[in-house]
């Protein structure tokens, strides 16, 4: 096919519609086909832009998607459990008293739920509040085989009973402020009761409560 050339008098534009691309003046002055290779890079300029931007815009969209998923699920996934706790150990312990100080330690076997069969050590220090009782902060370990728990307990109290000094009874709450293994984050309050023998240094302590890991 051949276009007319035009005469400057009667020089005319021939316009051909493209779809997608604004009409295209081939014009005769310049000749046809410069005018039609613009025409082509025009095109495969349109092309190529939207071809590539789908997959852009795909990728992104997914990214965000997983990233919002994320969010949702991350927290329910490391989300801690609560469960309930109880052990009991039997041992061995022995204290001393200067002046209005007291202090003490043990260590004991025994079991819990949860952590298992294992050992437990502690160790105390307080003041007589009165000529029977001793207010005493601690810190103590439960081993097992799952992990250890550490304990520490705060205004705990010891005392001894009104007809017999050789028995002393203790009694408070300790905080879990985690531990090693399973129980490396855990966090939780263990009530705990107990018996010290001051003559045979024998110590019984129970501890009951709840534990979150």
Request: hydrophobic share 40%; charged share 15%.
């Amino acid at each position: 096919m051949t276009l007319p050339h035009a005469g400057p008098a009667h020089r005319r534009a021939l316009r051909l519609p493209v779809s997608g691309v604004s009409d295209v003046s081939i014009d005769g002055d310049r000749g046809p086909w410069r005018s039609v290779r613009q025409c082509s890079r025009t095109l495969r300029g349109r092309f190529h832009t939207q071809r590539g931007a789908i997959p852009r815009i795909g990728l992104v969209a997914r990214l965000a998607a997983i990233a919002t998923l994320a969010t949702i699920v991350a927290p329910s996934a490391l989300a801690a459990r609560n469960h309930a706790f109880s052990a009991s150990y039997t041992g061995h312990g022995r204290g001393e008293v200067s002046g209005t100080s007291a202090f003490g330690s043990a260590t004991a076997t025994g079991r819990g739920s949860i952590i298992g069969r294992g050992t437990l050590t502690g160790s105390a220090r307080g003041v007589f509040t009165s000529q029977r009782c001793v207010l005493f902060r601690g810190r103590a370990v439960l081993k097992g085989r799952r992990g250890s728990i550490r304990l520490v307990a705060r205004r705990a109290q010891a005392c001894a009973g009104s007809t017999d000094a050789n028995d002393v009874s203790l009694s408070g709450s300790a905080q879990i402020t985690g531990g090693t293994s399973t129980f490396a984050a855990a966090r939780g309050t263990l009530s705990f009761m107990g018996t010290y023998l001051r003559r045979s240094g024998a110590v019984t302590i129970s501890f009951s409560g709840r534990i979150s890991f």
